[in-house]
């Protein structure tokens, strides 16, 4: 495998995301809040003229909640899907690295959110990382129960 993986951390856990699916590394400055939006979307911001959906990966994950609205600039990997740009909020962004493996099935208990997210471990030069799934952080806690 030669995938391109970013390494980021969320909630002081260092872990990867598919560098293909991220299309910029922003740090966010103001949030403008969604009413009635899922607890896991944190609001809205601007980038280059396109409206970004902020994603509170820590909430996504249902390990707290980040202050976005501090007053300080915050990190945020944005991607796109379905035609929609999200920020994912993260704690740092370190570096792109490339997988030297699959992703392999974790034998662990990782905690209900980490387990939602989760696409495996892979092997990696700075060791093994887990692989986070995009589509599943976005959606947040309990997507299969507001789809049904």
């Known amino acids: ?5 970013l390494i980021v951390s969320i909630a002081g856990s260092r ?4 560098a293909a699916a991220v299309e910029s590394v922003v740090e966010l400055e103001s949030l403008i809040p969604v009413p ?4 896991h979307l944190a609001g809205l911001s601007a980038l280059r ?3 970004l959906t902020v994603i509170d990966c820590q909430r996504s994950l249902e390990l707290g909640s980040t202050n976005l609205n501090d007053g300080k600039l915050h ?7 379905d035609g929609h740009h999200y920020a994912l909020t993260v704690d740092a962004v370190e570096d792109v690295v490339e997988a030297l493996s699959d992703p392999a099935p974790i034998r662990a208990a990782m905690g209900d959110g980490w387990e939602r997210v989760s ?6 030069e ?11 952080l976005v959606a947040g ?4 129960a507001r789809a049904a």
């Open 15 to 18: 872990v990867a995301l598919p």
């Open 36 to 39: 009635r939006a899922p607890n």
């Open 49 to 51: 003229s396109r409206v």
């Open 75 to 81: 990190e945020a990997a944005v991607v796109e899907m």
């Open 1 to 5: 495998m030669k995938e391109l993986l």
């Open 126 to 136: 700075e060791g093994p990382l887990l692989l986070v799934d995009i589509v599943a």
């Open 141 to 144: 806690p309990g997507a299969e």
């Open 119 to 124: 696409k495996g471990m892979v092997e990696t």
